[in-house]
């Protein structure tokens, strides 16, 4: 059944994806035009829409009390703003010549082809799942849908045994590790980088491997998993290395995430380096005038290398949203690209980077300075400070910021949004130290750490020079 705009529609718009990206981009071209010059069909796979994946581990670790709570719009919502969201139906092809995607309903199987004047794809990523013996075998799971959550908690209340393994140690991997320590198991990590956080230096990296073995998590670094053992049952008993076997009643994939452009591949749609789309300043695909893509599924301007990056983060899927809506609307608004800004905890321990690393900045050819520090989060003497270690990447002979690292308690992630906004700004390490930063005992010691270590770099640079 062929199902064309018509009934006095002046265009239609489809979204494949009822995420982030897909959903922004719907509620703000329905923001932008009523639904009769523009008639929205959007198709979600799953049984969620509008939900954040990134508050997945802290659901299974008891921090947020239920599923809902990480829902931002359910499907009804969106159908009350004329938006006609289907749940359990699945884009299988998209025909570019034609104008039209083909979509199967899971649940009755039946198919039909949807004409659309425009598109957008917010396809989202998928898990990364290596080819290993038993990785399919129950008790495994990857995380990064509700329905993901759920499957892993529904395992987590069948399963007698306490034994649970972590392959991969990024963000997802270590904030699984301790949403499992929190219910009470006995977590490994298994992790192929020298320390975990490899979107850290490893000397930065080393700081959240003690904070994990502070928790009781067992760190495996420098290990390759060869396998996953299953028992007679025919579910996971070990994780095998080629050294060791690391006995697990549960397992969690935290490798990390690779775009979800299979559907836009098979249509002849140009994908980058990652595997992402790849689009012009106003998530146009390029070579393409009327689809449009965001989220997971792209890859993106990186400010500081000038290089395409794909970076997997929900402020960037929202952001392509509202761009991508905005375009579609009628409007006109542009995405300009990022820094590579992240943040994340163990237990009181707050991580964040942005910026390059420094194997990131020898990639793109940069000669840098470096220059570490350690800090406090208040003034010495004021009640509660607490450490944090800051580290800077400068290019040599311009000053020009290029990275920052924080690890730290209480109150350190967040000044990361300092250098951020440095980056974006293209700003010199010794012009940091200008900045006019607030400061008051119970916030800040006079000097801001990142101002201390900008201070050091700016010396470093001027070294050199």
């Known amino acids: 059944m ?10 239609r718009l489809v979204v494949i994806g009822g995420d982030a990206a897909g959903m922004s981009a719907a509620s703000q071209a329905r923001r932008l035009k009523g639904p009769d010059e523009l008639e929205i069909v959007a198709f979600e796979r799953g049984h969620f829409s509008s939900f954040s994946a990134c508050g997945i581990p802290y659901w ?45 309903d899971l649940d009755s199987g039946a198919r039909s082809w949807v004409s659309y004047d425009k598109l957008v794809i917010g396809t989202g990523a998928r898990p990364v799942r290596p080819e290993l013996p038993g990785i399919d075998a129950p008790g495994v799971h990857g995380v990064q849908t509700l329905d993901d959550g759920q499957a892993l908690l529904d395992t987590l209340t069948r399963t007698r045994g306490r034994r649970a393994v972590v392959v991969g140690a990024g963000y997802i991997g270590v904030e699984m590790a301790e949403a499992l320590i929190n219910r009470g198991y006995e977590v490994t990590v298994v992790n192929r980088g020298r320390e975990p956080m490899s979107t850290l230096d490893p000397d930065m990296g080393r700081m959240v491997h003690g904070a994990m073995e502070g928790l009781g998590i067992t760190m495996v670094n420098d290990a390759e998993v060869t396998g996953v053992l299953t028992g007679d049952d025919g579910r996971v008993r070990a994780v095998a290395t080629e050294d060791a076997e690391f006995p697990a009643d549960v397992v969690v994939l935290g490798i990390g995430v690779r775009p979800e452009t299979g559907l836009a591949a098979a249509a002849g749609l140009p994908l980058g380096a990652h595997g992402g789309l790849l689009t012009d300043l106003a998530m146009r695909v390029r070579g393409h005038e009327n689809i449009w893509a965001g989220g997971d599924c792209v890859e993106v301007l990186d400010l500081v290398s000038g290089q395409e990056r794909h970076i997997p983060l929900g402020t960037h899927a929202n952001k392509h949203g509202q761009v991508v809506g905005t375009n579609v609307g009628g409007g006109y608004a542009t995405f300009p690209g990022v820094v590579g800004t992240a943040v994340s905890k163990v237990c009181d321990l707050e991580i964040a980077r942005t910026g390059l690393r420094e194997k990131d900045a020898l990639r793109a050819g940069l000669r840098f300075v470096t220059a570490t520090v350690e800090s406090t989060s208040r003034a010495g003497y004021y009640p509660n400070a607490s450490p944090m270690t800051v580290k800077m990447l400068a290019e040599r002979r311009t000053g020009r910021l290029l990275g920052v690292q924080i690890v730290g308690r209480e109150g350190a992630g967040k000044r990361v949004d300092i250098a951020a906004v440095a980056l974006t700004a293209g700003m010199t390490v010794e012009q940091m130290t200008a900045l006019d930063l607030g400061y008051a005992p119970p916030f800040s010691p006079v000097w801001d750490p990142v101002l201390v270590a900008a201070r050091k770099a700016a010396r470093e640079v001027e070294r050199q020079r």
């Open 2 to 11: 062929n199902m064309s705009a018509g009934d006095g529609k002046s265009e």
């Open 60 to 104: 299974v670790g008891g921090d947020v009390t239920g599923r809902d709570a990480l829902i931002a719009r359910t499907p009804e919502e969106h159908r009350a703003r004329d938006i006609d969201l289907r749940m359990r139906t699945e884009v299988t092809e998209i025909d570019v010549a034609g104008g039209r995607v083909r979509a199967r």
